[in-house]
């Protein structure tokens, strides 16, 4: 597996306030066990409205802005581990192609989690929702796309892991990103973008 932390992202002690905020939550409530957790990047933390999303689950927010798959990995055992869900979902791959990682090494990173996942939490259900297409990366889509067919192609063979495309129905009838699934930054969600999201993953998580 090729697990790189990288220069790019600054090293995971970065994000060590927001996982001692977590941690906190976890020690306040021992009943929060099992559920849907949500990990991954900003494009998860931003999602403010997942509890009302999906209504019919017990949800857990845990993301962290700016992160990359081997941050979340880096993590794993203080942030996931606890709370001991039943399912993972797990957005993270955008800002390793942003910061130079190739689509093999997003996919062996990517191996690296599914790995960890399998040996802590053998019953756990994991859906790795793909690399969303956004207009401020654009340019760096030919790499997400290579690296979102890897992920796909080793979820479709694999028991306990699910792809989530939520690539094609963000796509205009051009084939770009479509204006009104981003906010300003045209990076991050706007509510039209989490509907697309959601609607993707309700069936997954059923």
Request: charged content about 25%; some cysteine.
């Amino acid at each position: 597996f090729i697990y790189n932390l990288g220069a790019a992202n600054q090293g995971p002690e970065r994000w060590v306030k927001a996982i001692e905020a977590f941690e906190r939550e976890d020690a306040e409530d021992k009943s929060l066990t099992g559920g849907v957790m949500f990990l991954g990047s900003s494009s998860i933390r931003m999602w403010r409205s997942l509890a009302e999303d999906f209504p019919r689950q017990k949800v857990c927010n845990r993301g962290f802005g700016g992160s990359t798959i081997p941050d979340s990995l880096h993590f794993f055992d203080r942030i996931v581990l606890p709370r001991r869900p039943n399912t993972i979902v797990l957005y993270a791959g955008d800002n390793d192609v942003a910061a130079g990682h190739g689509a093999d090494q997003v996919y062996g990173n990517y191996l690296a989690f599914v790995d960890r996942v399998k040996k802590s939490l053998p019953k756990t259900k994991l859906v790795f929702i793909a690399i969303k297409p956004s207009l401020k990366r654009w340019e760096l889509a030919p790499v997400m796309k290579q690296a979102n067919r890897k992920v796909r192609r080793h979820a479709f063979w694999h028991r306990g892991v699910l792809y989530a495309d939520i690539w094609t129905p963000m796509l205009g009838s051009n084939r770009k990103p479509r204006k009104e699934l981003f906010i300003e930054d045209g990076l991050h969600l706007s509510p039209a973008g989490y509907e697309i999201w959601k609607d993707v993953l309700a069936p997954l998580l059923d």
